[in-house]
């Protein structure tokens, strides 16, 4: 994508468009009442109607998942699709202190820019936002947009932020030239969330130290059975990602009466934590007891059995 030049002033040409006063560069303040609708999510409201020729944001919800992932969702009900002729910047300010960032942007240190079918993550490094050949590509960067546009990114690069600010512009009506390539805002409307004077909304990013989850335990067979092997295999996914277990390192504790019964397989293979154990052929009609744990990155996720040996 041939990024366009000067992410900041694209603030300013906007706040120029709608025609509202500028706010001190200094200016952070807390969401214009924001409601919070499930854990770490919140949903701000914007006002509407200011032009009518603009794209109108009506409300932006932004959450986060337990693996990190921040997503803001910006609601344009009178823009139902992306069309060539948008520009949507989200710049956000990812460490509260307006004297890190951007001075004409509130303090932003970050900048999305959605144009052309296509998102860019640019940093401000000083003087600009800007993102040089040898930047790593923002990975986790994706978007959607439909009746809005939803931009998802990790917060890991957004400077691992905890708690952030942010703002965004909806533009229409740019124009590129066709010989020079120039930006052409001449024709251009915009609206401004939240609206110039108010500052930037606030979000915290919140999350849940990740776990071992148990998913399934399968016996095979589905009773113990004198003289024949008994196995556990025991599923266990991370809470924060979703994704099964695919190694580590099990423990298979296995019991008969006051008996202990050692594991004749004890280890993790395909997504499974798997214990296999002989049951004596003298152990019909006595109760076995057992359990498998497995434990991965320093997570645990442990269950335990109990069945009649036949």
């Known amino acids: 994508m041939r990024p366009l030049t000067r992410p900041g002033l694209f603030f300013a040409i906007a706040v120029s468009v709608v025609a509202l006063p500028t706010v001190a560069s ?32 009506t409300t932006l919800t932004t959450s986060n998942t337990d693996a990190g992932l921040v997503t803001f969702r910006v609601a344009i009900p009178n823009r139902p699709t992306l069309t060539q002729d948008m520009l949507l910047l989200l710049f956000v300010d990812t460490d509260a202190n307006p004297q890190t960032g951007d001075p004409t942007s509130l303090g932003a240190d970050y900048v999305v820019q959605v144009f052309g079918g296509e998102a860019a993550l640019f940093r401000w490094d000083g003087t600009d936002f800007t ?23 990790s917060a890991a690069e957004l400077g691992n932020t905890k708690k952030l600010g942010f703002a965004v512009i909806a533009i229409s009506g740019v124009a590129i030239d066709p010989t020079t390539g120039d930006v052409d805002f001449t024709n251009s409307v915009a609206d401004l969330a939240p609206a110039s004077g108010a500052g930037l909304y606030q979000f915290e990013v919140k999350t849940t130290p990740a776990r071992l989850v148990v998913k399934s335990l399968k016996p095979t067979p589905a009773r113990p059975s004198a003289g024949r092997s008994f196995t556990l295999r025991l599923v266990a996914a991370r809470s924060d990602t979703g994704a099964a277990v695919q190694n ?54 442990s269950q335990g059995y109990a069945g009649k040996i036949r």
């Open 131 to 153: 993102r040089r050949a040898g930047d790593p590509p923002a990975t986790s960067l994706i978007f959607a947009y439909q009746g809005g546009v939803s931009i998802t990114i």
């Open 26 to 57: 200094g200016a952070l303040s807390a969401p214009t009442a924001p409601s919070a609708v499930a854990a770490n999510s919140t949903t701000y409201q914007d006002s509407s109607g200011e032009n009518p020729a603009a794209p109108d944001i």
């Open 248 to 301: 580590g390192r099990a423990t298979c504790l296995g019991r008969i009466g006051n008996a202990r019964l050692k594991a004749q397989v004890q280890n993790v293979q395909g997504g499974a934590a798997v214990c296999t154990w002989a049951i004596p052929s003298t152990a019909k009609g006595k109760t076995f007891r057992g359990s498998v744990a497995v434990v991965f990155e320093g997570l645990r996720a």
